[in-house]
């Protein structure tokens, strides 16, 4: 099966960076996604890594290491509204499906 | 361009009731993805149809959980019958599998309350 970990939570305030780590165990792992949600919306799609190394997209960034099986999504110049959750998921060759992690709920206070 | 369009939003049934979510993917898009939210199990994946044929459905819970997807705009998801640790939101998805980007385009969501 495959296994993915995050931290349950994390805050910060407007105007920082923050950064959250995502660790997975799979087999014919293929890619790394990150999604954002907002409370009682649905998830929407911010990155995706395939190769080792720095993604950026606007203020985000992802970044994936394959032999460490690890990755993280940077978030800069925190608003308000990034207070979210942020999954991390994973794809495996051969299969279109995507095996979410739990999630990190980021509050960004004033 | 419409997005993936679910119906419907809230539902509150009693257990036992039948309970039928709808789900329109993003137009060219074949694949379909059927997944339920909760707080203890996060997101999880019930069912994956690829060109409207059932490829991975090992995350459907048991009997009581049907889906069908009967042509490339249109699919459902059936409880019958239903009980109270169903409830949750259930969420449909699409993309289209020649673009392997792992981007899901996800509906808003059918929140389920079953009493």
């Known amino acids: 099966g495959q296994s993915l970990e995050q931290p349950s939570e994390v805050t910060a305030v407007e105007g920082a960076i923050v950064q959250i780590n995502c660790t997975y165990q799979t087999s014919g792992f293929y890619g790394l996604s990150w999604y954002q949600q907002h409370d009682g919306g649905a998830p929407t799609f911010l990155s995706y890594?395939?190769?080792?190394g720095l993604e950026e997209t606007g203020r985000f960034s992802s970044f994936l290491s394959r032999s460490d099986s690890y990755g993280y999504l940077l978030l800069q110049e925190l608003q308000m509204k990034d207070s979210a959750s942020y999954f991390c998921?994973?794809?495996?060759?051969?299969?279109?499906?995507?095996?979410f992690g739990k999630g990190t709920m980021l509050l960004v206070s004033p | 361009d419409a997005g993936v369009i679910q119906s419907p939003r809230h539902e509150v049934t009693e257990m036992g009731q039948e309970v039928t979510l709808r789900c329109k993917p993003i137009?060219?898009?074949?694949?379909l993805f059927w997944y339920r939210q909760t707080m203890m199990r996060g997101l999880e994946l019930l069912i994956y149809?690829?060109?409207?044929?059932?490829?991975?459905d090992s995350g459907m819970p048991e009997d009581r959980f049907s889906a069908k997807m009967p042509n490339a705009s249109f699919s459902t998801l059936k409880i019958q019958p239903s009980e109270p640790r169903d409830s949750a939101v259930y969420f449909c998805?699409?993309?289209?599998?020649?673009?392997?980007?792992?981007?899901?385009?996800f509906g808003e969501g059918s929140r389920l309350t079953v009493l």
């Open positions: 998805a699409s993309s289209h599998t020649r673009r392997n980007t792992g981007e899901l385009f």
């Open positions: 149809f690829n060109n409207n044929v059932p490829i991975d």
């Open positions: 998921a994973v794809s495996r060759s051969g299969y279109s499906t995507l095996t």
């Open positions: 137009s060219g898009h074949n694949s």
């Open positions: 890594n395939a190769l080792d």
